[in-house]
C-alpha cells in the first residue's frame, strides 16, 4: 500500500470517528474548504456546497454521535483525488458508501460523500445471526 | 463552463444514453479499462473490480434499456478526476448518484458509480401531481 492509500484510508477512519464521536469541529475539519463539496445522505437529496453539508452535520451531530464505523474500506487514488468505497456498520444495520478526497497540501479532504442502503454486509462479519444463533437467510 | 467539465458532462449524458438504450458495448466503452472501478447499485452491495461491474451491467441490460435519464447534474473537476453528482429520473421515479471520472488520454472514463433512493425530486421537475393534477405533499 502507498503513503497516499494509507493516509486517505486513515482519514477515511477519521471521518467515521468524528461521525461516531459526534465531533462537528473534527467534522468541518475533515471536508474541504477550498473546493466545491457534496453530500448525498441515505434517502435524502443532494446537498451542494460547503454550507448546506456542513449544516447537514451539524442536524447529524446535534444529538451526539452515531454507533457508526466503516468495513472493508478500499482506496484507489487517481492522482490528487481518491475515492474510498466501504460498508458502513450503523447499529445492526449497513449501508454501502462512496467517499471522495483531494489533496491538500500535506493531507486529503473529503469533497463527496453517499451512502444508501445495502442487502449486503461486510464478509468480515460474517453471516447474519437469528436471535438463537441460527444463521439467516 | 471549462471545456472539461462540458467534457464531463457529455459523458454522464452517454452513460444514461448507454442505460437507456440498454448498450452493453457502448457502456463498456464508458468505464475505464485501465484504472480500478467499483459501482454501488440501488440496495446492493459493492462491486470492485471491472470483471465484476461489467458483469452486473450485463444483467442489468440483457432486458434492454430502462426509462433513465440524469436530472440536474454538476460537475466539479480535480485535475485528472471529475465528480459529477445527479437525479435520475428512472420511471416516475428518482434516485440520487454519485459518478466519478477519470481523464484517460483526451477523454474521461467512469470509474464509480453510487445511485440510492432519494426522498426528493429534481426541482426542474415542478412539484409531484396527485391523479387529478393537484400537488401531492
Chains 1, 2 share one sequence.
Not at 31 to 55: F, K, Q, Y
Not at 79 to 85: E, N, R, S
Request: one cysteine or more.
Amino acid at each position: 500500500m502507498t503513503r497516499d492509500e494509507t493516509t486517505v484510508l486513515f482519514a477515511n477512519e477519521a471521518f467515521y470517528a468524528a461521525f461516531a464521536g459526534g465531533d462537528l469541529s473534527a467534522m468541518g475539519a475533515l471536508w474541504s474548504a477550498t473546493v466545491a463539496v457534496s453530500c448525498i445522505h441515505p434517502g435524502r437529496g443532494i446537498l451542494r456546497g460547503r454550507d448546506e453539508v456542513m449544516a447537514s452535520w451539524r442536524q447529524i451531530l446535534k444529538e451526539g454521535g452515531a454507533d457508526i464505523r466503516a468495513a472493508e474500506a478500499s482506496v484507489t487514488v487517481h492522482g490528487d483525488c481518491a475515492v474510498v468505497t466501504c460498508f458502513e456498520v450503523l447499529g445492526d444495520g449497513f449501508l454501502a458508501a462512496t467517499n471522495l478526497f483531494v489533496r491538500e497540501g500535506a493531507g486529503w479532504k473529503l469533497t463527496h460523500h453517499q451512502a444508501g442502503p445495502t442487502s449486503e454486509r461486510p464478509a468480515a462479519l460474517g453471516p447474519a445471526q437469528g436471535p438463537g444463533g441460527a444463521p439467516l437467510q
